[in-house]
Structures are given as C-alpha cells and as structure tokens.
T-cell receptor
Framework: AQKITQTQPGMFVQEKEAVTLDCTYDTSDQSYGLFWYKQPSSGEMIFLIYQGSYDEQNATEGRYSLNFQKARKSANLVISASQLGDSAMYFCAMRDVLTGANSKLTFGKGITLSVRP | DTAVSQTPKYLVTQMGNDKSIKCEQNLGHDTMYWYKQDSKKFLKIMFSYNNKELIINETVPNRFSPKSPDKAHLNLHINSLELGDSAVYFC?????????FGPGTRLTVT
C-alpha cells in the first residue's frame, strides 16, 4: 500500500521568497511516480510537477522544483520567488508506475500556503 | 481548449434523488478516473476506467455507477442520494506521467 504524509501546518511565506513544502511517502513499489498539485480557492486541481522514481535529476517546471531524496523517501516541492497567486492548498500524490496510467493516485492531506505581500 | 471538462459545476439536490455528472477529455488518454474530495479536502479514488473497461472500484456504494461510452467520456450516475454524498467530485484522465483533473462538480444534498 502507498502512503503520503504531509504534516506541515499552514505555511506562510513572504512574497518573492522561496518556500519548501514537505512530502514524505511510503511504498513497497520499485517504480513509482510522485506528483504535486495546486488547489486554489476556486477549487480546480492544477498539475504542477512530476518526478519518476528512476529519474536521475530532480524535476523542474518554471518556478517549481522537486527536491527528491529517494533514500529518505521525501519529495519536497520548492517554489521560488513566491507570488500572491501561489496562495493555495498543495497536494502531494504518488502512484505505481509499472501499471502505468491505470494506477490511481494516492494523495496526502495537503498543505495550505499563504503568501504575504 | 479544455483538456478535461465536467458538467455541471454545481449540483444541488434533495435526498433520494438520482443525478448524473458528465466528464469528457480531449487529451487522447486511455484512462479516466473519478475522485471524491470530502469536506476536509481529502481526495480519494472512486473508480478508474481504461478504454471503457472498469479497472478500479474502491469500495464505493453501489448507488454510484460509472459509465464509459467511449474512452473520451466517463460519466457518474448516483442513485438515491444521501446527505453524506455531499462533496466535490473530480474527473481525471491520465497518461503515464501526468494526470489532469476536471474543474470539479460540487454536489450538495439537502
């Protein structure tokens, strides 16, 4: 079974600063994928970034990067140069890769990020 | 050009009614899903279909019945709605490295 843990309470960051949102996971799968999603107050789920367990480099997408530490089973999201529009709930998720697109995502409970002007 | 669309966005109905939510994706993905987000924002898988075949059914009451007429559509029909069914329902479609969600349907049962 897969498990995602997001334990940070609500996070606050000053505009233009960087922030790290923590995610740890547990799985017995050899190959897996890690995802981060953003859910603003409007409610939609926005895909941010993906990291495969066998990817040699940490994933980056614009201001988002994933600090993947496989031995520690952590997949932290780093947002650089925070903007007011980054205020949202952030979800970490994972799934088995061997069954490919058929496998479900298992989500963490989410972290609320507030960006202060 | 919307990737995953759902209708309706809001659904308010009374206990005991039957309702449907429709989902369509234009990404060419073979796999589609329904997720439920409860009042505490926790997201959980309900069903997944691959090319019209049911792949995952996560102990969902049989009042919930998904239907996939083709691989671009996955609808959710709910019979005899209960107060506890109030939630946000998300449709999603997936490739190996990406999973895109629809805008969600906020269902309120009164």
């Amino acid at each position: 079974a897969q498990k995602i843990t997001q334990t940070q309470p609500g996070m606050f960051v000053q505009e233009k600063e960087a922030v790290t949102l923590d995610c740890t996971y547990d799985t017995s799968d050899q190959s897996y994928g890690l995802f981060w999603y953003k859910q603003p107050s409007s409610g939609e789920m926005i895909f941010l970034i993906y990291q495969g367990s066998y990817d040699e480099q940490n994933a980056t997408e614009g201001r988002y990067s994933l600090n993947f530490q496989k031995a520690r089973k952590s997949a932290n999201l780093v947002i650089s140069a925070s903007q007011l529009g980054d205020s949202a709930m952030y979800f970490c998720a994972m799934r088995d890769v061997l069954t490919g697109a058929n496998s479900k995502l298992t989500f963490g409970k989410g972290i609320t990020l507030s960006v202060r002007p | 050009d919307t990737a995953v669309s759902q209708t309706p966005k809001y659904l308010v109905t009374q206990m005991g009614n039957d309702k449907s939510i429709k989902c369509e994706q234009n990404l060419g993905h073979d796999t589609m899903y329904w997720y439920k987000q409860d009042s505490k924002k926790f997201l959980k898988i309900m069903f997944s279909y691959n090319n019209k075949e049911l792949i995952i059914n996560e102990t969902v009451p049989n009042r919930f019945s998904p239907k996939s007429p083709d691989k671009a559509h996955l609808n959710l029909h709910i019979n005899s709605l209960e107060l506890g069914d109030s939630a946000v329902y998300f449709c999603a479609s997936s490739s190996r490295t990406q999973q895109y969600f629809g805008p969600g349907t906020r269902l309120t049962v009164t």
